[in-house]
């Protein structure tokens, strides 16, 4: 079990987060996958996203 009070030391969501989502954007727009660009774009926004929470609870704490 995992004690809730210890904060991780690195974000949740890393760069490769927002790689495979671009890869993923970039392959569906090759592909002309309107849903593989979505979930690409999706990916990115959400990493961004998490990574800025993170970040502002970090310095918050």
Do not use: Y
């Not at 671009?22 to 392959?27: R, S």
């Amino acid at each position: 079990m995992t004690d809730p009070d210890i904060q991780p030391t690195e974000s949740p969501a890393t760069w490769e987060n927002v790689v495979v989502g671009k890869a993923k954007e970039v392959l569906g727009r090759a592909l002309h996958d309107d849903e593989a660009v979505e979930e690409g774009e999706d990916q990115v926004d959400v990493a961004h996203e998490v990574r800025e929470e993170f970040d502002e609870e970090r310095s918050e704490g």
